[in-house]
């Protein structure tokens, strides 16, 4: 394509240069008649002939244009057919080097997505091959007469099928909100009752495990005009997965307080903490650590419903010292102040 690009530019300004050369010999030629010189038709032809060398030098600089830009043409048709690692050399006028930068950024970040789709395809699709295998396998033992269908052998069915439906509500989740798709119920809202609603919904949870669980939220927090189940739903997935990773006769602690105009949650606890090297992860969607039984969609989850309402989640923790989540909810006031 490049090769037959350069061809056609190549005859056409051949083409061109001849013309315009004829052009400029006749008129000169014509002027020189009207006027009477004597040596009028070898006076046109030198002109012609100087305006021909002129049009080549330009020629050559278009040509040179040309080049960079069948590349920028070749790799295009590359990148429409499905190759996101094609690239271009940037090279040629400036204007043109900023065109070829500005697509190589374009393909890399064309690469990058295509790469998350491919591992996001492969995450979902091992998430969802655990429950299918224990539902079909109980389903085809009771079909076949090898166990019962009764409530005992039943019951796990309903319990994978629960998976499922979670899953698939996450799933849904995160990809509405990194859509920027998700619809938020906003009301009035008791951040203090909310934190110690959603301890009080864990208290079974933390006490079985043998983990204390605190609340601590400051006397002045405004109510706030949040979506509640959302902001829920944020806490309670980062306290169940502090909880998960706290061992016995360890402490969760929730607190708010206002910071600089804006309220900050945090989750902190008592458990071994992140390694380093993993901390810059632990919002990837599906991301885990070797020994979490989750679906590691909760953070990612936490992450893009504090993203919807205009705020930010931060993680901090070294190896043997616990972890801290911090979120962050910008620009509140309290409801009906100006």
Request: charged share 25%; proline share 4%; hydrophobic share 45%.
């Amino acid at each position: 394509m490049r090769g037959h690009f350069r061809r056609r530019m190549g005859c056409f300004f051949l083409f061109m240069f001849l013309i315009v050369a004829l052009l400029i010999g006749f008129v000169a030629y014509v002027i020189g008649s009207a006027l009477g010189a004597g040596r009028s038709a070898p006076g046109a032809i030198l002109i012609g002939l100087l305006v021909l060398l002129v049009l080549a030098i330009l020629g050559r600089i278009v040509r040179r244009l040309a080049a960079p830009v069948g590349d920028l043409i070749e790799a295009s048709g590359r990148v429409e057919a499905g190759d996101f690692s094609t690239r271009v050399e940037e090279r040629g006028p400036r204007e043109v080097r900023t065109l070829a930068r500005a697509f190589n950024a374009m393909s890399a970040r064309l690469e990058e997505a295509d790469q998350d789709r491919r591992s996001a395809l492969a995450d979902v699709s091992h998430e969802l091959r655990t429950p299918l295998t224990v539902i079909q396998g109980n389903l085809e033992a009771i079909i076949d007469g090898v166990y019962p269908a009764d409530a005992e052998h039943l019951e796990p069915i309903l319990a994978e099928t629960r998976i499922l439906e979670r899953l698939i509500e996450d799933l849904r989740t995160v990809t509405l909100a990194e859509a920027g798709s998700l619809v938020l119920h906003r009301e009035p809202t008791d951040l203090r009752s909310l934190l110690t609603d959603v301890a009080a919904s864990h208290r079974t949870q933390a006490e079985q495990a043998g983990i204390s669980v605190t609340v601590v939220a400051s006397e002045d927090l405004p109510t706030l005009e949040v979506d509640p189940a959302r902001i829920r739903e944020v806490i309670s997935n980062l306290l169940t997965n502090a909880l998960r990773h706290t061992p016995r006769d360890g402490k969760v602690a929730l607190s708010a307080d206002l910071a600089g105009g804006e309220v900050e949650v945090t989750v902190h606890d008592t458990g071994s903490g992140i390694p380093a090297d993993q901390l810059d992860r632990v919002f990837d969607r599906f991301y885990r650590s070797p020994d979490s039984p989750g679906s590691g969609l909760g953070l990612p989850i936490a992450k893009s419903l504090v993203e919807a309402h205009g705020g930010t989640v931060t993680a901090i923790s070294a190896a043997g010292q616990g972890t801290t989540i911090r979120l962050s909810l910008p620009g509140v006031r309290k409801v009906g102040s100006e």
